[in-house]
């Protein structure tokens, strides 16, 4: 059974440009989050998805950032006129479905956004 | 607000030492807590699941200790090997699904 796979596991993008970030979860999980690691800080919570649905959107920045989690194929995550503040490590991490709250999560190696 | 801590935020014992490492939320509701290790540029791994009506988890040379009370959780590692170096994070679930994750202790297993 194959881990949380995440790609690009690096991207480079200069200011201005789109970033797109893929999550496969594992199999049989249809849960899933991501969360962001900046430089010299600690993860945040980002945004909760479950297929077609985003469940909890509250650490997504209000502009340029997205979200989705279709019925078939990866999770990704956008952002758009990425800046140079957007640098860091995106982690995406998935849960099977609950039977009675929230499980443990398994996350993915990580992609590092790198804007110049 | 719902709030991690790790202190100290860096440690470094001598190899065979056992240590522990520190982990305290500021919300006793939660749901469960992970320990997750993390080398440099690496992904997390998930090292133990506490559930929020357990106390403890083991797993090898590994404990984890929960306890809700006072808002408090420890890692224990007994004999520490140079391979152990890495940062630690604690996360908690405080229902509502997302982590919360303190910043983490930076340890150094020193040969």
């Known amino acids: 059974n194959a881990g949380v796979m995440q790609n690009p596991r690096h991207l480079v993008r200069r200011r201005g440009q789109e970033a797109r970030l893929r999550c496969s979860p594992m199999k049989g999980h249809s849960h899933v989050y991501w969360y962001r690691q900046l430089p010299e800080e600690g993860l945040k919570f980002m945004v909760y998805l479950q297929k077609e649905n985003i469940i909890d959107e509250s650490g997504m920045p209000k502009e340029r950032f997205s979200a989705e989690f279709p019925k078939e194929g990866p999770s990704i995550l956008r952002i758009q006129q990425v800046v140079r503040g957007d640098s860091a490590a995106y982690f995406c991490a998935s849960s099977p479905q609950g039977s009675g709250g929230p499980n443990e999560q398994f996350f993915g190696p990580g992609t590092r956004l790198t804007v110049l | 607000k719902q709030e991690v801590t790790q202190i100290p935020a860096a440690l470094s014992v001598p190899e065979g030492e056992n240590l522990v490492l520190n982990c305290s939320f500021t919300?006793?509701?939660?749901?469960?807590l992970q320990w997750f290790r993390q080398d440099p540029g690496k992904g997390l791994t998930s090292l133990l699941l506490i559930q929020s009506s357990q106390r403890e988890q083991t797993s090898g040379r590994l404990n984890a200790s929960l306890d809700k009370s006072s808002g408090r959780s420890t890692l224990y590692i007994a004999a520490s090997q140079p391979g152990d170096s890495a940062t630690y994070l604690c996360a908690v679930n405080f229902g509502n699904e997302k982590l919360t994750f303190g910043t983490g202790t930076r340890l150094t297993i020193i040969p």
């Open positions: 919300d006793s509701a939660i749901y469960n």
